[in-house]
């Protein structure tokens, strides 16, 4: 099944501990481009986390944002600044030096000094909370891509309409072909007649030959051939299984390239016309495959 790039999920979870807020965001990128927005203290679960995402999707940008709130997730510690007490000690030892003081230096005087001690609040994350953190964001994950395959499979209906409509006018151009060489081969010869001045002869069979060349220079049933096995592959292509865009995409360009060499070989207004549609229609689904993972 066809499956776009596009998609978003979202989902909010409350435990005794915190409240984790998970969204993901995909847009059509080249490649698989995971961007993620997570607390510091969670990088280490970094690869952890983009093994989850890479399970789901294959293609696109993947823009991941997580969020844990909660008082209970922070505890308070006791911090000693030893370099400013090996300063404090330092100077006080110079000081009984210079003035000869006696006795010993009570740790009542060093707790006193400002700066000493101070008290930091630490954030801490269970083993219980970052095991929710995961499933949350395989649940979101498993969000994301089902609205990528709600989406791929519209995607899949319109492209399978517009295939049929590139066959519709194909279809129109090759029931042409056999007026246009007539008419083709009738405008070279008329032109020959008109350089030399007269009719050509049933003997002049070398001039002939040189008008079919001509002639098969303005056909266009190779053109027609690959366009319509192009067609078939497209449509092949839209029924497989996994990522499909990137070969969606060559093919549409091999189309558009048919269709351009159609197009300067034409001498007729009909086909002339045919082709300009062709060319619409293959742009648009041009843009529709953009968005195919």
Not at 22 to 48: A, S, Y
Request: proline share 2%.
């Amino acid at each position: 099944m066809a499956i776009s790039m596009t998609g978003y999920g979202n989902k909010q979870i409350v435990t005794e501990q915190a409240t984790i807020t998970v969204e993901i965001k995909t847009v059509n990128h080249r490649f698989l481009d995971i961007q993620m927005k997570i607390p510091n203290r969670l990088l280490f679960l970094e690869e952890k986390l983009k093994k989850i995402i890479q399970s789901f999707f294959q293609r696109g940008r993947v823009e991941v944002y997580i969020q844990i709130d909660g008082d209970t997730l922070f505890s308070k510690q006791v911090q000693i600044n030893w370099s400013l007490i090996e300063q404090y000690m330092t100077q006080l030892q110079e000081l009984k030096q210079r003035y000869q003081l006696a006795g010993d230096i009570p740790i009542t005087v060093i707790s006193a000094f400002p700066d000493v001690f101070s008290i930091q609040e630490v954030e801490e994350y269970s083993d219980e909370l970052i095991s929710t953190l995961l499933a949350g964001l395989t649940d979101v994950c498993k969000q994301v891509y089902a609205m990528r395959r709600v989406e791929g499979q519209a995607l899949q209906t319109d492209l399978q309409e517009r295939s049929e409509t590139l066959q519709q006018l194909v279809d129109a151009i090759k029931s042409l072909r056999p007026m246009v060489m007539k008419e083709y081969r009738e405008r070279i010869k008329h032109r020959l007649e008109l350089h030399l001045n007269q009719e050509l002869s049933k003997d002049d069979s070398r001039i002939y030959q040189e008008i079919v060349l001509l002639a098969e220079k303005g056909d266009i049933s190779e053109e027609i051939t690959r366009i319509n096995s192009h067609i078939q592959q497209f449509k092949q292509t839209l029924e497989l299984d996994g990522p499909i865009g990137r070969k969606l995409n060559f093919i549409t360009q091999e189309l558009l390239r048919e269709v351009n060499t159609i197009g300067s070989k034409s001498v007729n207004s009909l086909i002339s016309e045919h082709t300009i549609t062709l060319k619409s229609e293959i742009e648009k689904i041009k843009e529709q495959v953009q968005n195919m993972e």
